[in-house]
């Protein structure tokens, strides 16, 4: 059952960053051929409250059929269209390093409604370099490039000292929607929208809980009972050594 969409409220941005995982999820199950699910099953599937997901699709205006679930296929494609995956979502990379060249051949941004069109880095032993059928060009290429073929979303991976030049030019001629995977925080005008992906922040949240569970299990002693702690060790964890440059 679907309501409107003329009629949905706006959704808030702790649902839109579910709204991937309850897709995922359910193409999942399109492809073992279930047909429909519910909301029990689905929120288990994800790990989330059964009363979180309902209370997320309701802001889609799906409530799913009492007694029969939600219609795999058919909430797949509402929350494709809430997402904006049923559009064509020209995208460029920028910085053809390891990670780039990973991103330009990862075959799951055709069947998710993104469209790599242009790859840039300044390294001359990468110009023309060809991936995925796409020429690698310097990025002062930018300019023309956008004005054969409005780039929608542009990916900075990059080092970090590149990257606040290499946004600042990816908005000044239009794009309004950023993806940064280089460890640095990206200042940038009203209406432009940046997602920061860090690895390095993630491996750490993970060491986090890690180290939780090594104390909860008594394979770690308790750091206030250590009776020293090497003060280059200290400073090399908290950050606060001599800087090195290279």
Request: proline content about 5%.
């Amino acid at each position: 059952m679907s309501a409107d969409p003329t009629l949905r409220r706006e959704i808030p941005d702790a649902t839109v960053a579910r709204l991937p995982e309850y897709l995922r999820t359910l193409s999942r199950l399109a492809e073992e051929g279930v047909l429909s699910v519910s909301s029990e099953e689905l929120a288990a599937a994800v790990g989330v409250r059964s009363a979180q997901l309902r209370k997320d699709l309701s802001h889609l205006g799906s409530y799913g059929v009492r007694g029969v679930g939600y219609e795999v296929e058919t909430l797949a494609l509402e929350i494709s269209r809430a997402l904006g995956l049923t559009e064509d979502w020209p995208v460029a990379i920028v910085g053809m390093g390891n990670l780039g060249h990973a991103l330009a051949s990862y075959s799951g941004f055709v069947t998710k409604g993104f469209r790599i069109v242009a790859l840039f880095d300044d390294d001359p032993a990468l110009r023309g370099e060809v991936v995925q059928g796409i020429e690698i060009q310097p990025f002062g290429h930018l300019p023309r490039r956008y004005a054969a073929d409005p780039i929608a979303i542009g990916v900075i991976a990059t080092p970090a000292v590149a990257a606040q030049t290499v946004c600042d030019a990816l908005v000044d001629v239009g794009v309004r929607s950023i993806l940064n995977f280089a460890p640095a925080v990206l200042s940038v005008p009203d209406g432009v929208d940046v997602r920061r992906v860090d690895l390095s922040t993630e491996l750490q949240i993970l060491a986090f809980h890690a180290q939780q569970k090594a104390l909860a299990q008594g394979a770690l002693a308790p750091l206030d009972s250590l009776d020293s702690l090497d003060a280059q060790g200290l400073a090399s964890a908290t950050g606060s050594g001599p800087v090195v440059t290279t």
